[in-house]
């Protein structure tokens, strides 16, 4: 099992029962976002936690080690090209001594969990991919939130998975997926995928009081929240331009876990760069939330 190494600021907000909320960091490096975005990303989130009134704890693998927290020196670490690492790496990437391996979702809920931290914010989850009935793709996100003790926060999954299949796949795995303050789950840079959301929440108390009622153990949850209405992009116009890049994939054999970071890129390039403050947008809106929901599990 793995023991995370605190930062001196996690480790004494754990001690005193405070709220923390982990991060991870793919997306704060050079496989989420564009550089200047990602620092902004990065410092919109840090502040946006700490605004709520709770510390914030980015996970990574720095050099050969787990880090459940960075000192603040330590932030401009994970802006730089890392190597993906989901859940299933992490022993790897320690073995190995990676320099940065980038903390994907079900990564970072294994350390967050593994710490004892047990709210984590992110921008879109991993999910069931388009075509995953030939491929089998399905990221090991999903399983993560049925095997780790967390609150996990997101803006629904990423917007080019099969979010059909996704939120089957969440039922099948036992997990709770609530929509805050809102019906619908939502499509990252949109605030709906036109697909209900199985349990709609209005208050950071209420989803205190779900996950301490979860039936098992070692299980999470799914917080969705949709993004800021001013931020959201237009549904159509991403529609053309995912199933464009997703048959780039096809057509130069980009596969596993390369889709993502590719896809972003297109994404990025196809609408001038607007999907660019959307995404920084919904995720520091998803620390917002989260921060909220972890003060109220620190006071129950
Ligand atoms: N969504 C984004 N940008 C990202 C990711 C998701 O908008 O960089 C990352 C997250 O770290 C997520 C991971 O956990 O992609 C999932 O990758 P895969 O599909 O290979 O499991
Ligand atoms: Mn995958």
Not at 240 to 249: I, P
Not at 253 to 273: F, K, N
Request: glycine share 8%; proline share 5%.
């Amino acid at each position: 099992m793995i023991t995370p190494k605190l930062s001196h600021e996690v480790a004494a907000a754990l001690a005193s029962g405070d709220a923390v909320v982990a991060l991870e960091s793919t997306i704060f490096s050079n496989l989420g976002l564009p550089s200047p975005a990602n620092s902004e990303a990065l410092d919109r989130c840090l502040d946006a936690i700490r605004r709520g009134g709770a510390v914030p704890a980015v996970t990574a693998v720095l050099d050969g080690e787990v880090r459940l927290g960075l000192e603040a020196d330590e932030h401009d670490r994970i802006l730089g090209s890392a190597r993906k690492a989901a859940e299933r790496d992490v022993p790897v990437a320690v073995a190995q001594a990676w320099e940065f391996g980038a903390t994907t979702v079900s990564a970072s809920v294994a350390i967050a969990a593994a710490g004892g931290v047990r709210v984590f914010a992110t921008g879109g989850l991993g999910g069931v991919h388009r075509g995953a009935e030939l491929t089998g793709d399905v990221s090991a996100d999903l399983d993560s939130l049925a095997r780790h003790s967390i609150v996990a926060v997101s803006a629904g999954a990423k917007a080019f998975l099969d979010l059909p299949r996704t939120l089957e796949y969440l039922e099948t795995a036992g997990v709770p997926v609530l929509g805050w303050q809102h019906d619908w789950f939502p499509a990252f840079y949109t605030r709906s995928s036109g697909l209900p959301v199985p349990h709609r929440v209005e208050t950071a108390e209420e989803v205190a009081r779900v996950s301490k009622s979860l039936t098992r153990v070692d299980s999470g949850l799914l917080l969705t929240v949709p993004i800021p209405e001013a931020d959201e992009l237009d549904a159509a116009e991403l529609d053309g331009v995912l199933e464009a890049a997703l048959a780039e994939c096809d057509a130069s054999g980009i596969t596993g876990a390369a889709v993502t970071p590719y896809v972003l890129g297109r994404i990025g390039a196809a609408t001038e760069g607007r999907s660019v403050p959307a995404n920084l947008s919904l995720a520091e809106n998803n620390a917002v939330v989260a921060a909220e929901v972890a003060v109220a599990i620190a006071r129950s």
